[in-house]
């Protein structure tokens, strides 16, 4: 997780704890609230590395498409040793 979303969830975990504490009507609105937060932060999290792991795979596969042509100095050096 990032560091925004993790204080972001440790913001709203506070937040149904406290409310908790103080027995108050604020559990009806803080644990919905912070199961939607949480949710919504890890499925952003989710499809930021998704996109991530997408632009390594595309790098990889041109990678191997593109072929590398030695002129004759390269061809040397690599047979020298």
Same mark, same amino acid.
């Given at each position: !997780? $990032?560091?925004?979303? @993790?204080?972001v969830?440790?913001?709203?975990? +506070? @937040?149904?704890? !406290?409310a =908790? +504490?103080? !027995? =108050?009507?604020?559990?009806?609105?803080?644990?919905?609230?912070?199961?939607?937060?949480?949710g $919504?932060? =890890?499925?952003?999290? @989710?499809?930021?590395?998704?996109?991530q +792991?997408?632009?390594?795979q595309?790098?990889?596969?041109? +990678?191997?498409?593109?072929?590398i042509?030695?002129n004759?100095?390269?061809?040397?050096?690599?047979v020298?040793?």
């Amino acid at each position: !997780m $990032t560091p925004l979303s @993790l204080a972001v969830s440790a913001f709203m975990v +506070a @937040l149904v704890v !406290m409310a =908790g +504490a103080f !027995m =108050g009507g604020a559990v009806i609105v803080a644990v919905p609230l912070a199961i939607l937060v949480i949710g $919504t932060m =890890g499925f952003l999290d @989710l499809r930021r590395r998704s996109k991530q +792991a997408k632009t390594i795979q595309d790098h990889r596969q041109q +990678a191997q498409n593109d072929k590398i042509e030695f002129n004759e100095r390269d061809k040397e050096t690599l047979v020298s040793e």
